[in-house]
């Protein structure tokens, strides 16, 4: 039998690791002498780079998780019936009992419920006053979620979402970059439309203003590399690159 290879949180082993990093790395190379903005870029063989930010995750990647149990308190909602004007583009938040409350149905208990369920109750309440109403709910921000921060930091751990956090509180939340940690190499997993992805981001960079400060979602991993992790992207890629615009990389298809 061949020898077991230590893997990460996320099923690679550490010389996996290594080479997508090397990989997002190269990639960079390649903004040199391009403007910055949203864009597909060359990479190893293989493997898909991308100029710009994370996106952020679908409602389904949300759900998917193990440990999503559906909507929960304080988390917002935006509700729509096609067609109705009035009852369209309506912000709701779950109330610390796992209710919302909506014209012409009342309150509604949501906790636990996935948004396609929502959808359907509410369909079921406005039958005696819309025709066929068609609804849809999408979950905006969420107060009860987790995401995870891990590497160089003082306090590692998992974390709720409150509001919307950004990567600088996420970062904060777990007290702060370790003594020999590297602002420079921060690195955002998340599944987006069912993909793996990965984010290098500079939080030097951001506190500059050179890009914005991303926004954390619920089942992100935040992983802080040290000194020798930012050194090997040294090796591959100029400072000024990885200043200009964060770097994507697809891990799954």
């Known amino acids: 039998m061949g020898k077991h290879r230590k893997r990460d949180a996320f099923g690679m082993t550490s010389k996996g690791v290594n080479f997508a990093l090397a990989a997002l790395a190269l990639g960079g190379t390649v903004l040199s002498g391009c403007a910055s903005g949203p864009g597909r870029l060359g990479g190893a063989e293989g493997l898909e780079v991308i100029e710009g930010a994370l996106p952020p995750p679908t409602p389904e990647d949300i759900y998917a998780a193990a440990e999503f149990g559906g ?8 509700i729509d019936v096609f067609g109705i004007a009035e009852l369209s583009d309506r912000l709701v938040r779950v109330d610390a009992n796992g209710t919302i409350g909506f014209p012409l149905v009342g309150t509604v208990e949501v906790s636990g419920m996935t948004t396609s369920e929502i959808s359907r109750l509410i369909e079921t309440r406005l ?33 709720p979402v409150i509001g919307e956090a950004s990567l600088m509180q996420a970062v904060a939340t777990a007290r702060g970059i370790a003594e020999y940690g590297n602002a420079s190499d921060v690195i955002v997993f998340r599944t987006v439309a069912g993909k793996r992805m990965a984010t290098l981001y500079n939080l030097d960079a951001i506190s500059r203003g050179a890009y914005a400060d991303p926004r954390i979602y619920p089942n992100d991993t935040v992983v802080v590399g040290d000194d020798k992790a930012r050194r090997l992207f040294d090796d591959v890629v100029g400072v000024a690159t990885i200043l200009a615009t964060p770097l994507t990389i697809v891990l799954t298809r």
């Open 71 to 78: 909507v929960g308190p304080f988390d917002k909602l935006k």
């Open 127 to 159: 039958k005696g006053y819309v025709r066929e109403p068609q609804v849809t709910t999408n979950l905006e921000s969420s107060e009860t979620r987790t995401f995870t921060v891990y590497g160089e930091v003082k306090q590692p751990g998992v974390f």
